[in-house]
């Protein structure tokens, strides 16, 4: 099994800020790797698919990249509504697998 | 497009539960499936896929011999029977459209609670 770990556990940014959320898979999942964001009592939304292609309705501040077994979700100026969790998982090998997951919270 | 998951809620360990989720706007007869669950203060666990025939499935180590993925394509109906359940299954289960990649999920329900306790 492919095992995903996000880091940090926890971000404390502003309003307007820049995010930079880290994915580490165990061995190599090639490209195939996607981005979810999860909110309190909400289904979780999918946000990047194939490590930088940004899902349908997905805002442009939203951005992924990396292959192999790093990747990176950026979050170029954080709204309001971004604070959320947010989780990477990959579709190389079966099980997919989920990351741990990082929580994006206002300092 | 909508999906509109029943059939939780709480069962003693050991006993059966059987998930329903019904697919609205999109061709679900066409679409490849899958069960992810939540548990409480934990991550996002996939559960089960089925391919849009129902020709191939395949699940999480945690659940196989124990859960059953199926669908109705004449009903636009997704199911997950649930047996020999255990406290660990404890969770918020969703169920989710593939994007077509085999792997990626990008329609989810609302999802369906099912606690195992005694």
């Known amino acids: 099994e492919i095992v995903l770990r996000q880091s940090p556990a926890t971000l404390s940014l502003s309003p307007g800020e820049r995010a930079t959320l880290s994915c580490r898979a165990s061995?190599?999942?090639?490209?195939?790797l996607a981005w979810y964001q999860q909110k309190p009592g909400q289904a979780p939304r999918l946000l990047i698919y194939?490590?930088?292609n940004r899902a349908t309705g997905i805002p442009a501040r939203f951005s992924g990249s990396g292959s192999g077994t790093d990747f990176t979700l950026t979050i170029s100026s954080l709204e309001p509504e971004d604070f959320a969790v947010y989780y990477c998982?990959?579709?190389?090998?079966?099980?997919?697998?989920f990351g741990g997951g990082t929580k994006v919270e206002i300092k | 497009v909508q999906l509109v998951e029943s059939g939780g809620g709480v069962v003693q360990p050991g006993r059966s539960l059987r998930l329903s989720c019904v697919a609205s706007?999109?061709?679900?007869?066409?679409?490849?499936m899958h069960w992810v669950r939540h548990a409480p203060g934990k991550g996002l666990e996939w559960v089960a896929f089925?391919?849009?025939?129902?020709?191939?499935?395949n699940y999480a180590d945690s659940v196989k011999g124990r859960f059953t993925i199926s669908r109705d394509n004449s009903k636009n109906t997704l199911y997950l029977q649930m047996n020999s359940l255990r406290a660990e299954d404890t969770a918020q289960y969703y169920c989710?459209?593939?994007?077509?990649?085999?792997?990626?999920?990008?329609?989810w329900g609302q999802g369906t609670l099912v606690t195992v306790s005694s």
């Open positions: 089925i391919w849009f025939d129902g020709k191939n499935e």
């Open positions: 989710a459209r593939d994007l077509g990649k085999g792997g990626y999920f990008d329609c």
């Open positions: 706007g999109f061709t679900f007869g066409t679409t490849a």
């Open positions: 998982q990959q579709r190389s090998n079966w099980p997919r697998t």
């Open positions: 194939d490590a930088s």
């Open positions: 061995q190599s999942v090639s490209r195939y």
